[in-house]
Structure formats: C-alpha cells, structure tokens
C-alpha cells in the first residue's frame, strides 16, 4: 500500500483509474481539484510487483467543533470481492485517520444494494451500513440512479429502447426547431441563469456560477461539456455530461420555464447519450432519483422522465463508513441531519 505523492504516482493513478470498469469520475485528480476546500488523498493498493490493482481518492476537510472527517465519493476503485485489497485501502485510510485526526471514514460506493458478498466483507473489516436513505436530502450522493447499458450498442439499437412518447418527443423537438450547440466558458453564465430558473421552480439549492466555471477549468474538454438548447436564437435549456472511463454522466441539467413544450430536454439527453455511444462507453448513467416510487411524490415526474429512456433503476448500497471517534461522530450526525432538515424547510418556506 502506497500513496500517491508526485506527478509520476498520480500520472500511474490516472491510468489505472481510467482503465477500471469501475472508474468513477469522482475518484479523479482533477474532480478533487474542483473540491478544492477539501484536501485530497489517494491511496493506492498494490500487488507483490509493485502494480496498482486497487485505489481510493479521499476527499479531507475539518468541521466546525467536531473535527475532520474524511469522504470517498464512489470509492474504492478495484475487485471490491478481493479481501487483501480491501485490507490494503483500509490500512491506508486508517493511516490517514491517524495523521488528520480524523472522526470517520464515509464512502458512499456504485455498489449495488443486493451484493451481499461486499457487505460480508466490509463489515468483517469494521465498517457500518447506512441504507436507510430514501429522499436526495438524505446522502451528498444519490443512492437511487438510472443507468442505461450501451455497452457494443448502435444508436438504432439505444434508441430502440426507449419508450415510443419519448422518441417522438425528440424528433419532435428538432421539428420544432430546436437545436442544439457544444456551448463554450462564457455561455456557463447563460446556463446558470436557467439553472437559478429551475432551482426556483423545483426548489432546490444552486451552487453560484463560480462552481461551473472551476468545474469548465479543471474538466473540460476533455471530460467534460456544456451543451445548449436555443430556440429562435434563445438558450432555453442546457446540460453538462461528464466523461470519465468507460462511463458518461449525466450531471447537471436546467431547463426554462418557456418553451418546455417543445421537449428540448428529451433532445439534449439523447445527445449525450449518442456522445457516450461514439465513445464507445459502457454506461450512460442518469444520475439520481428519489427511491419514493409513488406518483404523488415531489420527484415522480424525474423518475418517470429518466425511465423513459430504458434506463434500469439501480439501487446503490448507501454509506458504508468506518467510525473513528463513535460518540463524536453520532454527534456530528446528529447535527448534520438537523442542518439538512432546517435547510429544505427555508427552501420550501420561500
């Protein structure tokens, strides 16, 4: 077990990162480079050879009163079956508690729900299970995502998939003349506009335009993108899709409140997915929805929009975390909850 230390280790990382079938975005350098208020450590698993067969970015920061705690978001990366690598990242994580002074460990892991094999082995190793969550509000990572395989698929064969409405509904928006365009730096501005626009109407908190714009600096363009809906000239919708590996995201997405009759939305999900195709991804992942499956539920109608795609919803295992200092961090958990709690009611009150 090893850390990463220099250029030529982080350069071994990102290879190996983005090589895994379990690559996740936000294990890479330049993702922790946009969480710059976290410091970021990567611990690395290795063979007898010296090669890397397991890693997981941690992500540091200290809290007010109760102290640091550490946070793997879609870690680890490696056989998550294979009981010496998990031994060697839970060494290493151990390691890093002690030089930080740390509370907890919390991984949130794109591990699904029934893979008993993996909550055997973890909680052999002293990890907790949180599974518990339903609603967004509950986690910092949704535990409820759609993901649609296409995996050795052509565009016809993607989109064959779909529901019928949602394929009219695309070809209807390009009828209507909507069209879409790759946006540049400068246009984040309009699409944070329509960002605070949607956040207004489905009442949800919107990080400042600042974020977008680190976000463009640190991923772009290689990972990632900014594409725009206009009509008649104006931009009335738009989405930022992240590249990492075998995988494409789906990460941001904003839509105006004028013009959402001519399903500008259904068109640019089908760009980004005939972007992963080209890509030759294995996954076009959708992102979060509520696990309350019920049609009076706030969130019903994103969980019927993302199922229309022929997206399968994926139920991911929750927060998997090693506690360091129990009593405090039941504490620290305590408050945090409160904290969450306080913040939707502000949101709904406005």
């Known amino acids: 077990m090893r850390f990463v230390t220099d250029e030529e ?9 983005e090589g895994h079938e379990r690559c996740n975005f936000q294990q890479s350098p330049e993702w922790a480079e946009v969480k710059d208020n976290w410091k970021n450590e990567i611990i690395l698993a290795e063979d007898e050879g010296g090669r890397i067969i397991g890693s997981m970015s941690v992500l540091i920061r200290k809290i007010p009163i109760f102290g640091n705690i550490m946070y793997s978001s879609r870690g680890p990366v490696c056989d998550i079956h294979d009981l ?24 949130e892991p794109d ?29 910092i990572q949704p535990r409820y995502v759609f993901r649609l395989d296409i995996k050795d698929k052509t565009e016809e064969e993607v989109m064959a998939g779909f529901h019928q409405k949602w394929r009219y509904n695309i070809r209807l928006a390009g009828r209507k003349g909507v069209e879409v365009k790759e946006g540049t730096r400068e246009d984040l501005k309009d699409f944070h506009k329509i960002m605070v626009e949607t956040g207004a109407r489905d009442g949800f908190i919107i990080r400042p335009l600042e974020y977008f714009e680190k976000m463009y600096d640190k991923l772009a363009p290689e990972h990632m993108k900014l594409l725009m809906a206009y009509y008649e000239g104006q ?30 939305n259904y068109l ?23 696990g309350v499956v019920d049609e009076n539920h706030p969130q019903y109608g994103l969980y019927r929009f993302k199922k229309g795609f022929g997206a399968t919803f994926t139920e991911f295992i929750g927060e998997v975390y090693m506690p360091y200092k129990p009593i405090t961090y039941k504490l620290y958990r305590f408050s945090e909850k409160l904290f969450r709690t306080l913040r939707q009611l502000k949101i709904k009150g406005k």
Request: proline letters at 3%; glycine letters at 6%; hydrophobic letters at 35%.
């Open 235 to 264: 931009p009335i919708s738009g989405v930022i899709p992240i590249f990492y590996g075998n995988k494409t995201w789906y990460l941001y997405g904003a839509s105006s409140n004028q013009h959402r009759n001519l399903m500008p």
């Open 268 to 290: 640019l999900q089908w760009e980004m997915i005939k972007m992963a195709i080209a890509r030759h991804d294995d996954i076009y992942d959708f992102r979060g929805v509520s």
């Open 111 to 139: 591990i699904e729900s029934n893979d008993q094999v993996y909550r055997d082995l973890v909680t052999n190793l002293g990890y907790k299970i949180k599974d518990n969550a339903k609603d967004f509000k509950d986690e």
């Open 9 to 17: 280790s982080k350069k071994q990382y990102k290879k190996f990162l």
């Open 84 to 107: 010496s690598v998990m031994k060697q990242l839970t060494e290493g994580a151990k390691e890093l508690a002690k030089k930080y002074k740390a509370i907890v460990l919390r991984i």
